[in-house]
């Protein structure tokens, strides 16, 4: 048996780092990269049976051919199925099909001995396999990525060439519904890889029952959570949950948090309890439905640790002039809800609308990650946010507030307490560098220094959350720093406590 496999998982796009980040974190993945809509990675084979348990994975596959013909895209039809049906011979059957077996934990009639004996008759004598009772049922499918026109034979020429072939190598049954079985054809230009699906359905098809016009696949909703930083002991909530796919699936693949969604459409909680005690595990009790207004949500002030929700994009559920209203609504109340450093990611097509009330809060929201996602054809923007209420107490406890001074400043850098009124107890301090002086400014008794990495043109903190801090004290501060006027004196750091609370 070989002792390896290429892997090749179908992922949402948009999320193929966050697909990667799962692989490698569950699995003992190595030659682990990603491409669009995909992400592949060798693994052992004592670890393949683990990786159904993969979330953020829509379908997975073995790849047991891989390789580039020369000149398929210039080839006539025939000669091109011809050379196409002819690869059948080089693939390896034998991994295809331990693979297969493992991952599904069932065997095929004869396991992969037969197979290796009937390619061997097949190639040496040409001998066709009949089929008997005990052949499985398999279909192949042919997906060429690219310009389609390129080549002079369609997918399903190719794939019903290559079925043929099996057929006549293996005497296995072709059913295009009913298969145990199925081959996929990648075909991009002149290159083909050949790949047999480890899963039946899909496996975004989980957790729910009861469908809703806008229900989201798990594996999108896995996706969001695992965005969230989901840590032991958190409330995570989804204030709009619909039929409940986002909190069901967070309950189901963090036990250890607790999940609340909620939604005010009248057939939601119906649809979300539905979809919760379908799930075996609906017996623990970490996930709760509530019928709520999301704009007045019946909860104190910081006590959620994450929200993870899907906006109404305005296409099936609300309108985009709906939306102008209702973001900077829904925005406010999930800033009062969720505690300091609180993570919200949120999904929404309607991007400009949901950009533009952040911007007009930017203080509040530290932009960590953002992902431009296809949901069903629609580009979709999702966003993770951290709010910053958090990151002002942490300045506060340890770090304050750190100035890097602009090199024409560096003259003056005796005179700085005076050019900076009001900066009681602040020290100053100052590097030599190779390029010449650097300078920095912080309070006493903090822990960290930080220096910014251009600091050549003088800006306050490295980070954005601690210039948005910074500008908080004072909104011209920020941009009197760009030139030597930062010596301006304009800052109120006696303020400062109160703006932290
Ligand atoms: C995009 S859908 C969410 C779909 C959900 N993720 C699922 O998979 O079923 C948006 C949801 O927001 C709900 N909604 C809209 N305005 C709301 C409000 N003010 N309060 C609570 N829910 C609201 C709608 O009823 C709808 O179910």
Known sequence: MTESAHLYA??????????SREISEKLPATECFSGRGNVRFCLDLNSVPDILKLRSVDNLYVVFYENEIVGLTDMEKEKALKTIKQQLSYCNWELAIDVYQLAQGKNIYGGSDLVVDQMREFMREGKRCEVTENSPKF?????????????????????????AEINNAFGWKCSVKEFDIEVV???????????????????????????????????VCYCMLHLASIKPGDVVMDSMCGGGSIPIEGALAWNTAFFLGGDNHESAMERCKKNWSSNSSSTKSNCEFFNWDATNLPLRENCIDALVTDLPFGKKIGSKTDNRLLYPILLNEWKRVLRKGGRLVVMGHDKRTLEKAILADRSSW????????????LQCLCLCLINTKRFCRILQDRVGLFLDLPTSSISRRGNLPEQLPGLTGLESRWQDQQNGMKGAVWFPGCTNFHRSEDSYNGRIGRIPIQMRAATKWNGSFQRSMSGSAWSSGSIDFQNSESTFQ
């Not at 179908?10 to 697909?19: D, N, R």
């Not at 530290?366 to 054809?377: C, E, L, Q, R």
């Open 366 to 377: 530290h932009i960590k990650a953002n992902h431009i996602v296809n949901m069903g054809g």
């Open 185 to 219: 054809l990648r075909i991009e230009k002149d290159n083909m890889t050949v790949m047999m699906a480890l899963n039946d359905e899909s496996l975004f098809k989980r957790n729910i029952c009861a469908y809703g016009p806008t229900t989201m696949r798990s594996t």
């Open 139 to 163: 279909r192949v499918t042919c997906k060429r990525c690219g310009e389609k026109e390129i080549h002079t034979f369609s997918s399903m020429d190719a794939a019903s060439k290559f079925g």
């Open 10 to 19: 179908a992922v949402i796009t948009g999320f193929e780092k966050v697909a």
